[in-house]
């Protein structure tokens, strides 16, 4: 009898370990360029929206302008960025030209700037001039790249280097230029 509880206990072992849990496979980032275009926040603001003062940058697609960047990070100067109907809104709410040129308004009622890490694989895409005078505004590299070279659009990090940066478990894991006319 001890031999058959044995040899059942054996023959059942494999199926047992099939039933264990398996780890689950990388999953995409929730936030990235490429659902960009369908997120606007209860507010109004593309993106995640529009930040509180302080605090720490929760995972979401914000806007705003790099102050400093290097391999491990961004210094970013939130920013609120709005397109179409509520860009007139908010531009007009601000007395400002409404609708505003080119459909767009930025508010940036905030100067607190955040740090945000940035994952050593994280993906970029750079705004640069094409050799006939036009604008190339999907030019696909790494953040690495982005710092070594930001394109010839605009000076980054600099006072109007506006980027959108995807925050995913508390890091950014892409940065992407604004095309600004």
């Known amino acids: 009898m001890k031999n058959f509880v044995v040899a059942l206990a054996l023959t059942a072992a494999p199926t047992l370990a099939a039933c264990e849990p398996q780890p689950a496979p990388p999953q995409a980032p929730t936030f990235s360029s490429k659902g960009l275009r369908a997120m606007k926040a209860a507010d109004g603001a593309e993106?995640?929206?529009?930040?509180?003062?302080?605090?720490?940058?929760?995972?979401?697609?914000?806007?705003?302008?790099?102050?400093?960047?290097?391999?491990?990070?961004?210094?970013?100067d939130p920013a609120c960025f709005y397109w179409r109907a509520p860009a007139a809104r908010e531009a007009a709410a601000r007395n400002q030209e409404s609708p505003p040129p080119n459909d767009f308004f930025i508010a940036n009622d905030s100067k607190n700037v955040r740090r945000i890490l940035v994952a050593p694989d994280a993906a970029a895409v750079r705004v640069t001039h094409t050799k006939d005078g036009g604008v190339t505004m999907n030019d696909v590299t790494t953040y690495r790249g982005l710092l070594a070279d930001s394109g010839t659009y605009i000076d980054c990090p600099g006072e109007f280097c506006g980027v959108w940066v995807f925050v995913n478990g508390g890091i950014a894991t892409e940065v992407t230029m604004q095309y600004l006319p």
């Open 47 to 76: 993106g995640s929206g529009c930040l509180a003062d302080s605090g720490r940058l929760p995972d979401g697609a914000w806007f705003g302008f790099v102050k400093a960047w290097d391999t491990a990070g961004i210094d970013l």
